[in-house]
């Protein structure tokens, strides 16, 4: 039996205050309409169809990719209007199952138990009991048989004391579905097409209404404001961190916490407060990650150690931090950056595209740009490597046991033999041989009796 899933993107999303279309907003670093998507994708769909509206090209060029299928409405006149525009692209028979591309946390299990209610010949509507009911439309009743959905705008005092509403997802035959839209009509307060009608349709043609629900409120949550944004968002990371602590992580404080991403933690690991995981981060073993830490698209291997305030952020290449690595606190690692096992980067150091070797050390106020540097290299406070020439990027390359002083520039291409010794202060243009000393540098000069200048009198 084929499976269609239609998914509700089109609304502005006014209360928002923003320029940006509503689904587009971002809870826990994807868009809320992402995470829809990305729901719908598990479900093993025959066709997914959004339904696009306010800045529809903004929203499908954010979110396309080979399997959709993007249809508009314009303009926007209700639910039942935004369906019909869905229904060339749906099959003949099967299921359509209708998720909203504004409540972001519905679950895959959810979903599926959604499809199965309905099982191709009932119409199954997700709802749930709130204690604060505003805005949602209530689920009329007579016994336990769902008749009708009643809009809140449209609802009676007595239909409004009503608390258990629908949560705008429903899966309904195909076939039925295709001829209840044909039929709507806009004879309400709003003038729209409302979705919701289709139950009095179901009630008057025999078919049963029946209703399934979440496991939890959070899946059913909708964003139409900043305030709703930041709430579910605080409800989302709680949740992570629930999963994580309950997994042994220990979390200094859960609600200081946030996961924009996927983050996957070994045995043992400690994570302090105010730290944001984006991207794909994964933890190895007894891992301790410090205070106000940043950390995207980065793998830290067993027992490294992340100091406060380090920046890793791996963009496309990524970072990777050794076993035992020491970094920072106040460290910045850059896209590229790839370093062995017990590598010190110490505090305003910052590494990119480079490779450290295992016990390298670059403790204090220092820059490593596209450089190769080898096992146990001593790399001073304020030196840095010169790696762009105004045009194109050069390599420098250090070998294993080189000591280079403070303040040193390596001006590349430059390659610094095993063992070799640089002099502090240092400009280096040329290659240095293996065990050499290199001093690069103008003479001490000494005057005896210099006098120094005195600012003169008006």
Not at 189 to 194: A, F
Not at 291 to 301: D, G, P, Q, Y
Request: proline share 3%; glycine share 10%; with cysteine.
């Amino acid at each position: 039996m084929a499976l269609d899933i239609v998914i509700m993107a089109a609304g502005k999303g006014t209360r928002m205050k923003s320029s940006l279309p509503k689904v587009l907003h971002r809870l826990a670093g994807r868009s809320l309409l992402q995470h829809v998507l990305h729901t719908a994708g598990t479900l093993q769909a025959d066709r997914i169809i959004t339904i696009t509206g306010h800045g529809a090209e903004q929203v499908e060029t954010a979110v396309q990719a080979p399997h959709l299928t993007f249809v508009r409405q314009m303009p926007q006149l209700g639910t039942g209007h935004a369906v019909q525009q869905a229904v060339p692209a749906l099959h003949d028979d099967g299921t359509t199952l209708i998720l909203n591309g504004d409540v972001p946390l519905i679950r895959a299990e959810t979903a599926r138990a959604l499809v199965e209610a309905c099982g191709g010949t009932r119409l199954a509507l997700l709802t749930i009991d709130l204690a604060d009911a505003t805005g949602y439309g209530r689920i009329v009743r007579e016994g336990d048989a769902v008749r009708a959905i009643v809009e809140h705008k449209d609802a009676s005092p007595a239909q409004r004391a009503i608390r258990e509403v629908y949560t705008g997802m429903m899966a309904v035959p195909t076939a039925l579905l295709k001829r209840w839209l044909s039929q709507l009509k806009n004879d309400n307060v709003q003038g729209e097409y409302y979705l919701t009608d289709i139950v009095a349709m179901a009630v008057a043609d025999g078919v049963p209404v029946v209703a399934a629900q979440p496991a939890a409120e959070v899946e059913v949550l909708g964003v139409n404001s900043p305030v709703q944004l930041a709430e579910l968002e605080r409800l989302h990371q709680r949740a992570l961190a629930v999963q994580f602590m309950d997994a042994g992580v220990r979390l200094a404080d859960p609600a200081r916490f946030d996961v924009r991403g996927s983050l996957s933690c070994g045995a043992d690991v400690e994570i302090d407060v105010n730290c944001v995981f984006e991207g794909d981060v994964s933890l190895g073993d007894n891992v301790r990650i410090g205070a106000n830490c940043v950390i995207r698209n980065a793998r830290i291997a067993a027992g490294a150690v992340i100091h406060p305030f380090t920046h890793i952020d791996g963009e496309a290449l990524g970072v990777k931090v050794g076993a035992g690595a020491l970094i920072g606190p106040f460290a910045r690692l850059r896209p590229g950056a790839d370093l062995g096992d017990e590598v010190h980067i110490g505090n305003f150091v910052e590494v990119k595209n480079s490779t450290l070797a295992k016990g390298a050390k670059a403790n204090h106020l220092a820059y490593l740009g596209d450089a190769t540097v080898g096992e146990r290299v001593n790399y001073g406070a304020g030196s840095i490597t010169a790696n762009y020439d105004g045009a194109n990027k050069h390599r420098t390359v250090i070998e294993a046991d080189v000591h280079v002083g403070s303040n040193c520039v390596l001006v590349a291409p430059v390659t610094l033999g095993a063992g070799a010794t640089i002099g502090g202060g240092s400009t280096i243009t040329k290659d240095v041989g293996a065990g050499n000393l290199a001093v690069a540098r103008g003479k001490q000069v000494s005057l005896e009796g210099w006098a120094r200048p005195v600012k003169q009198k008006k």
